[in-house]
């Protein structure tokens, strides 16, 4: 069942008198369950694709379609709310709160959606215990390495229960070992049946999920 549908997708950027073809006519289909790994030298569009798929921006020309829902069409508000719902981002630096517990860090959004104290016990002891994290929920960032800050961010990510994860380099700041570590736990969560979509420099990385699609200057150019 198709959970992403892109279609004819174009975004431009006016620099001066320049304009820049960030996406140029990007066509892309995505299943649910899906395991798909973006590629492409720097400045080929993946930032922009992933900003579009995750509702912070939104196409110039052609359509984007998320779980039979059009996008374009939306508003901030809108944008915002379907965020929230349905789009968890993991990014290369992690984006933890330095003052606050890997418990706290995952707790976090919960608390932003208003769910009572109980609700929100359930859902962060659990989405620790699927990165095998639970034993240090007392940690600050500071006092975990970087794959383990990582598997916070991913925790994070599964306590809000998004029907896409989206991780942009989440590997680029790790050592190989550790990066492979991480994506073992993507690869467990897709297997669950979490859409997963990854942007990578890394072929080693990117070989990991099902499917690579490569991008380059801004068009789509191989999609294996
Ligand atoms: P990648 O993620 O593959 O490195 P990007 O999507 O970030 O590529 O960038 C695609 C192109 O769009 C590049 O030429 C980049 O310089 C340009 N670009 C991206 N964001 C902006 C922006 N906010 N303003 C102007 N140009 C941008
Ligand atoms: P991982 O394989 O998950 O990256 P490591 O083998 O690097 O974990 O770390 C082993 C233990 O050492 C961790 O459980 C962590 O508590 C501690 N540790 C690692 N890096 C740091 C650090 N920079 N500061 C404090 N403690 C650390």
Do not use: W
């Amino acid at each position: 069942m198709t959970l992403i549908h892109i279609e004819n997708a174009s975004k431009y950027y006016t620099m001066g008198e320049e304009t820049i073809k960030a996406l140029d006519d990007v066509s892309l289909d995505i299943d649910h369950g899906e395991f798909v790994a973006i590629m492409g030298p720097s400045g080929s569009g993946k930032s922009t694709l992933m900003n579009i798929i995750g509702c912070l921006d939104i196409v110039d020309k052609g359509n984007y379609d998320l779980d039979g829902q059009a996008i374009n069409v939306l508003k901030d508000s809108g944008l915002a709310e379907i965020r929230n719902r349905k789009i968890g981002f993991v990014f290369q630096s992690f984006n933890l709160l330095p003052r606050l517990s890997a418990y706290e860090n995952v707790e976090l959004p919960l608390i932003y959606r208003g769910m009572s104290k109980k609700e929100r016990e359930l859902l962060v002891i659990h989405a620790l215990e699927s990165v095998d994290l639970l034993d240090r929920r007392k940690h600050f960032p500071s006092e975990l390495s970087g794959g383990q800050q990582q598997r916070v961010a991913i925790a994070r990510v599964l306590a809000g229960d998004p029907a896409i994860i989206l991780a942009d380099e989440p590997t680029g700041a790790l050592d190989s070992k550790t990066g492979l570590e991480i994506l073992n736990i993507l690869k467990r969560l897709n297997a669950q049946g979490r859409t997963i979509i990854l942007i990578t420099h890394d072929l080693l990385i990117a070989q990991q999920a099902k499917r690579i699609v490569r991008f380059r200057d801004g068009r789509l150019y191989k999609d294996f």
